[in-house]
């Protein structure tokens, strides 16, 4: 109320305690028959209910935190940079869009982008929950911290940094976190 912007804690403040005293009155004055007038227990109960519920939000909010910063380390750290033949590792942090990167069998794609040399298998479980490896050729978009399963290809770099998929996803997951 202070913050002017009540919200259900204070319905369900307003209602416990007037449950709480109204009670309390009915003891106090001796207007009790039995157990008719007498509510603590209900005060008491729906309080129980909602810090409940307050508690498992709060562990599925650290769930999905956890779950968030476990794909955050999944991104690479470095790129293999193909500029006029020449392969040069880099940091992810020093590729431009429009650059060409080289992805190894086994390795982390680094950044979004699309395939202009060579087909592979990769796995997008990360992003997608798809169990099986998808195939890749020319043309088609890779995403950045999906595994390469098994050709070296070539990239050009549509993407970097908070632009890629990666990001997007953890931005909606946040922002869903925080929504009711």
């Not at 109960?45 to 519920?53: D, E, V, W």
């Not at 431009?96 to 796995?123: A, M, N, R, S, Y």
């Amino acid at each position: 109320l202070k913050g002017k912007s009540p919200n259900m804690d204070v319905l369900v403040s307003l209602g416990t305690l007037t449950a709480y005293f109204y009670s309390l009155y009915n003891v106090l004055s001796g207007n009790v028959s039995g157990m008719d007038g007498l509510y603590f227990e209900s005060s008491m109960t729906i309080i129980t209910l909602i810090l409940l519920g307050k508690y498992l939000e709060e562990k599925a909010k650290a769930k999905t935190s956890s779950a968030i910063d476990k794909l955050l380390s999944l991104r690479a750290k470095e790129a293999h940079l193909y500029k006029d033949g020449e392969i040069t590792e880099v940091s992810v942090g020093a590729v431009k869009v429009g650059d060409i990167l080289l992805v190894k069998p086994g390795e982390k794609i680094p950044l979004d982008g699309k395939i202009v040399f060579g087909e592979t298998d990769i796995d997008e479980s990360m992003l997608t929950g798809e169990s099986l490896p998808v195939s890749k050729e020319v043309g088609d978009k890779v995403y950045g911290g999906t595994q390469n399963i098994s050709g070296a290809f070539r990239i050009e770099v549509i993407a970097t940094g908070d632009d890629t998929a990666l990001p997007h996803i953890i931005k909606l997951v946040r922002d869903a976190q925080g929504n009711k």
